[in-house]
């Protein structure tokens, strides 16, 4: 079991940024592929950003490609999203997730494990 619980979230002006974190319990935390979604009100949830356990491969959705950077601590069950260049439609509920199994996938229903959600607002 994994349990992961974002921070980080809050509201900001456009071109600002915002660093989000997601703390995971469990000792295999360096074995678990992680991502980053996303919903904003009356939307499906998207794909943000992932990063695979084995070697830091990362992968973004095209909407925050240059702009966010996903990475992780495996000394502190840590992963992170810099998220730079902030637009207002980048607001929504930041979520992280974790899944076993060593390939970024985008689809929600790939991930194991889910975090609470972390509001990020970026005002114009």
């Known amino acids: 079991q994994v349990q992961l619980v974002e921070s980080g979230g809050g509201l900001v002006q456009a071109g600002g940024s915002l660093r989000l974190s997601c703390a995971a319990s469990?000792?295999?935390?360096?074995?678990?592929?992680m991502g980053w979604f996303r919903q904003a009100p009356g939307l499906e949830r998207e794909f943000v950003a992932g990063i695979r356990w084995s070697d830091d491969r990362t992968y973004y959705a095209d909407s925050v490609k240059g702009r966010f950077t996903i990475s992780r601590d495996n000394a502190k069950n840590t992963v992170y999203l810099q998220m730079n260049s902030l637009k207002p439609e980048d607001t929504a509920v930041y979520y992280c997730?974790?899944?076993?199994?060593?390939?970024?996938?985008?689809?929600?229903?790939?991930?194991?494990?889910w975090g609470q959600g972390t509001q990020v607002t970026v005002s114009s």
């Open positions: 469990g000792r295999t935390f360096s074995r678990y592929t």
């Open positions: 997730a974790a899944r076993t199994i060593n390939i970024i996938q985008t689809r929600g229903e790939s991930y194991d494990y």
